[in-house]
Structures are given as structure tokens and as C-alpha cells.
């Protein structure tokens, strides 16, 4: 199956690429991050891949900052894809995750690689990794808030939402994933609908006949 032979793929490139701390990069976390991701929605076992735990690449926050926001993000994301459990030995914890990202917010509200003015993407991702901890964590509550704030601010008048490149695809793919999971209906709430066109009606403009999404129009 097309499952078995990207697995397949995904072993090799592991006993290719990976170290001893089990780090599949030198710098970058979201190599094991979104192998993680990958291979939990195709319900592959992540701690022993060719018998090693992509597990434990994550476990060294000095290694998971070194990509900037990026690292941090995306390593919550992962562990929380299936509630995993950070495996000992290491200084990460979900609560240092969390605080990393919530430091790095934006006088404006939003997330950014560099700057100072918040990115569609970034704040998106910034987002989705924070939504299981909105109820909880009222620091994380009060962030999201204002984040939201900033994102209905920085949608485009036809609905579409874009990074310094411009109005993208992937950036309104971003931002409904962040909004879906923090339960908000991105089609319908009324802070993310402009002039009658919504975050999921500025996705569908990139779609292309016969299937598929282009990146930008």
C-alpha cells in the first residue's frame, strides 16, 4: 500500500539521517516533529523506527530553540498529536514548551520568524499548538485572546490571509486549522468573515480542477 511504501521510505531516511541523541537534524527539531506527526495519523509506532524513538530528539530544549519559534511549536504539536510522553533523560517539558512560545508573542498579538509584525502562519501555528491548554492555563488563555484580536485584524478584505509573500493557500490552511482547534467555526464566526467572504472561502479560491490546491492564485 502507498502507507507501506512511504514507511518504507521513512526508515531509510531515519537510519540515514539520524544521531545519537536520536536527532534527525543538526538544527532543525521539526525534522522529528513532523516525522512524528506523520507516522502517528498512519499509526506507526514513532519510539521505534528501525529501533530508534523520534521520541527522544525532542527531548533537549537548548537543541528544540535552536530553530527559533519554529522548534518549540511544532515539538508541543508533536507530543500532543497523541498525547505522548516526553521521554526522560531530558530538561523539555510541556509547560517550558508553553512558556517559550508565549514569551516569543508579539507586542501585536501575533507570532513571527523575525520582526515585529505578527504572521498569518506563524501566529496560526502558534495557536493550534496552544489550543489543548486554553481552559487550563489562563496565561495561555489571555495570549490566545489577543491573538485572535490580531489575526481578524490582519485578514485581508476578500478574506484570504498571507505573509510578507502575500495572500497564500497554506497561510488560510493554517489559520482554519488554529481556529478549528480552538472549536471556532472559521466559515461562520463573524471576526474572521470580511465583506461576506470567510478564511474557508478564500482556501477554496486556490483550488484547481480536477483536485488539488495551488499556492497562490
Given at each position: 500500500?502507498d ?12 537510519k ?13 527539531s ?7 506527526l ?22 533537549d530544549?537548548?537543541y528544540?530553540k535552536?530553530?527559533?519559534i ?6 508541543l ?6 498525547n505522548y ?10 509547560e ?25 502562519d506563524?501566529t496560526?501555528m502558534?495557536?493550534?499548538?496552544l ?12 495570549a490566545?485572546d ?10 485581508h478584505?476578500d ?12 497561510s ?14 472559521p466559515?461562520t ?14 482556501l477554496?479560491d ?7 490546491f495551488k499556492?497562490v492564485?
Amino acid at each position: 500500500s502507498d502507507a507501506n511504501a512511504y514507511y518504507e521510505k521513512v526508515v531509510a531516511f531515519v537510519k540515514e539521517n539520524i544521531n545519537e541523541k536520536e536527532q534527525l537534524h543538526r538544527s532543525k527539531s521539526t525534522e522529528n516533529s513532523r516525522l512524528i506527526l506523520a507516522l502517528t495519523a498512519l499509526g506507526y509506532d514513532v519510539t521505534n523506527v528501525a529501533g530508534h524513538n523520534l521520541l527522544v530528539g525532542l527531548n533537549d530544549m537548548t537543541y528544540v530553540k535552536k530553530q527559533g519559534i519554529n522548534g518549540p511549536i511544532w515539538a508541543l504539536i508533536a507530543l500532543d498529536s497523541h498525547n505522548y510522553e516526553i521521554p526522560a533523560g531530558g530538561d523539555v517539558t510541556r509547560e517550558k514548551l508553553i512558556e517559550v512560545i508565549l514569551e516569543k508573542q508579539l507586542a501585536d498579538g501575533g507570532w513571527a520568524l523575525s520582526g515585529v509584525n505578527a504572521d498569518a502562519d506563524m501566529t496560526g501555528m502558534a495557536l493550534t499548538a496552544l489550543a489543548p491548554y486554553y481552559n487550563a492555563n489562563s496565561d495561555v488563555k489571555v495570549a490566545v485572546d489577543k491573538a485572535l484580536t490580531c489575526l481578524s485584524e490582519i485578514q485581508h478584505d476578500d478574506g484570504g490571509v498571507g505573509s510578507i509573500d502575500g495572500a497564500c493557500a497554506e497561510s488560510a490552511a493554517q489559520v482554519i486549522v488554529a481556529l478549528t482547534a480552538l472549536g471556532i467555526d472559521p466559515h461562520t464566526d463573524s471576526r474572521f468573515v470580511k465583506t461576506g467572504r470567510s478564511v474557508v472561502d478564500a482556501l477554496c479560491d486556490y483550488y484547481v480542477e480536477g483536485g488539488g490546491f495551488k499556492h497562490v492564485s
